[in-house]
């Protein structure tokens, strides 16, 4: 599928210099702590109005003992299996196309599994590659949720003024499927949200707002969060009565919290006031009044 195939023929062409094709990927499992990063992708999905496009064969990729197949009914009482899989969405936004890949961390052949879902992006145009994921970390959940982005491009890292990707050690699906974008010449970007390891079980709607903020800004593209902001807000006031109720979490929770607070004084300055300005105006008024958004200096 090329751009000007994917657009009306009614309106004026737009050149791929301007439509740059982005995808975004997100797997359940070892790399998506509280299902924050699946979440994100799925959030994307319903505000965008994305379309699926295509299927991975589960057969190929899944051990069914260790991601079972699931049983449930429709509306007409008609029971129904839904397969362990990954999804490939397409989004058209006003000024670039985004790809969306929803996925469970492959139980086997994993590079076959890569070449398929790289084979696809090179089918739509896809010249930027993003990863999104969420560990679990030693933070406090009354803080922001820390947001780290790495790359392999060098030309990505000058733009966004980002580190490269330093890791060593065990790996999952994401950072290979970031090794592989970049050995296929691709712009490769990871990101990642560090979930307070205390309370890890899904959903972490905070984290999930978290990464949705960063896309947010690395696209130049506005999104509707929807109840996220509330949920985010219920969910810290839910974890502020679990750890009062017990002295060992709270005195924790204490810990973490000025230590956080003594690493990051340094960043109340005015550059991060400017960003938060740029998007509370973006969010204002989405899309605009002509259903397009400028962007961002610095964006994808």
């Known amino acids: 599928m090329t751009d000007a195939q994917s657009e009306p023929n009614d309106q004026a062409p737009t050149s791929r210099a301007v439509r740059r094709t982005v995808l975004l990927a997100a797997f359940e499992g070892w790399n998506d702590a509280g299902g924050a990063a699946t979440s994100a992708l799925t959030h994307l999905c319903e505000v965008w109005g994305a379309e699926k496009v295509a299927e991975l064969d589960p057969d190929e990729y899944h051990d069914f003992q260790v991601n079972r197949p699931t049983v449930a009914f429709d509306d007409d009482g008609k029971q ?4 362990p899989t990954t999804s490939v969405w397409v989004a058209h936004l006003p000024q670039r196309t985004v790809v969306l890949v ?7 052949r994993w590079r076959k599994y890569c070449a398929e879902l790289l084979g696809m992006a090179a089918d739509l145009d896809v ?3 993003v990863t999104l994921g969420a560990l679990l970390a030693d933070v406090p959940h009354t803080r922001p949720i ?3 982005a790495t790359s392999d491009s060098a030309g990505v890292q000058a733009v966004l003024d980002i580190e490269p990707n330093t890791y060593t050690g065990p790996t999952g699906i994401v950072g290979v499927m970031q090794h592989e974008a970049a050995d296929r010449g691709l712009q490769s970007l990871s990101l990642w949200a560090a979930v307070p390891h205390y309370v890890a079980n899904p959903p972490s709607p905070k984290a999930t707002l978290a990464i949705l903020t960063r896309i947010e800004e690395l696209l130049g593209e506005s999104i509707d969060m929807r109840d996220l902001p509330d949920d985010a807000a219920a969910w810290q006031q839910g974890v502020d009565e679990l750890a009062s109720e017990d002295s060992e979490i709270s005195e924790y929770v204490a810990q973490l919290e000025e230590a956080k607070d003594t690493a990051e004084l340094p960043e109340a300055s005015g550059d991060a006031i400017a960003r938060e300005f740029e998007r509370y105006l973006r969010r204002r008024d989405i899309g605009g009044k002509d259903g397009k958004d400028p962007g961002t200096p610095g964006s994808l």
Do not use: A, L, V
């Not at 129904?80 to 397969?83: L, R």
């Not at 929803?102 to 086997?108: D, K, V």
């Open 80 to 83: 129904y299996i839904t397969w």
């Open 102 to 108: 929803h996925g469970i961390e492959p139980s086997m």
């Open 127 to 129: 010249e930027t590659f």
């Open 146 to 148: 820390p947001m780290t």
